[in-house]
């Protein structure tokens, strides 16, 4: 078991250019979800998805876009890079709410994105 | 509204002394999840608390969840070298997690 893994670790953008953050989990999970880590901010959700076929918006979805095509792959889109999304993504997995189980969920190791 | 409010931000401590984070809501909590994320790494779950009162341990933490469910606390008693990092409580609500601002322990040998 992989867990979750994102490619790629590091990224350098100019304004404007567009890109794509890959996330992978091999646990078969229905949730994924992405978040952005800034300084002294915590992790703030930024889409999410139940499964394949569904994604929604968490709390700063602007700027970006998701699809959810396999249960095993999410990708996040930056349409339009823009300097205020230098930041650090992770991607997480865990399996769909199911009463009485814990809702752990399991962090990739990050992408690490700069925007000049 | 959904943020979970952390304090303290930072917190420096000499190894063996005791450390505890709070975490506090406005609002009642269905559960609270605790994080700890090592410096350039990436979140790690550590528990859930669901109930009313919960105290659960794990070694040298203890987590306890509010008898109102609206705040959570994480002690570490004789802290370690290991134990530095910043550790998240989040709260879970309709699919979304809604994480806290973290407190960063250093531990000094």
């Known amino acids: 078991n992989a867990g979750v893994t994102q490619t790629p670790k590091f990224q350098v953008l100019k304004t404007g250019q567009s890109m794509t953050l890959q996330c992978a989990q091999d646990?078969?999970?229905?949730?994924m979800s992405w978040y952005r880590q800034d300084p002294g901010m915590g992790l703030r959700l930024i889409h999410y998805?139940?499964?394949?076929?569904?994604?929604d918006q968490g709390e700063v979805p602007n700027g970006y876009n998701v699809s959810r095509s396999t249960t095993e792959d999410f990708p996040l889109r930056l349409l339009s890079a823009a300097p205020s999304q230098t930041s650090v993504y992770f991607c997480?997995?865990?399996?769909?709410?199911?009463?009485?189980?814990?809702?752990?969920?399991?962090f990739g190791p990050g992408t690490r994105l700069t925007v000049l | 509204g959904q943020q979970v409010m952390q304090i303290p931000q930072y917190q420096h401590v000499q190894e063996g002394e005791d450390f505890t984070t709070y975490c506090n809501s406005s609002t009642t909590l269905s559960n609270i999840q605790w994080y700890k994320q090592r410096p350039g790494g990436h979140p790690v779950f550590l528990i859930q608390l669901v109930k009313s009162g919960e105290v659960k341990k794990q070694k040298r933490l203890t987590f306890q969840f509010g008898e109102a469910k609206k705040n959570s606390s994480l002690h570490i008693t004789a802290t370690q070298t290991t134990d530095v990092g910043t550790y998240f409580c989040a709260r879970y609500n309709f699919n979304k997690f809604y994480f806290g601002s973290g407190t960063k322990l250093n531990v000094k040998p």
């Open positions: 997480a997995s865990r399996r769909q709410r199911v009463a009485g189980v814990t809702d752990t969920q399991y």
């Open positions: 998805s139940v499964g394949a076929g569904i994604t």
């Open positions: 646990m078969n999970h229905e949730y």
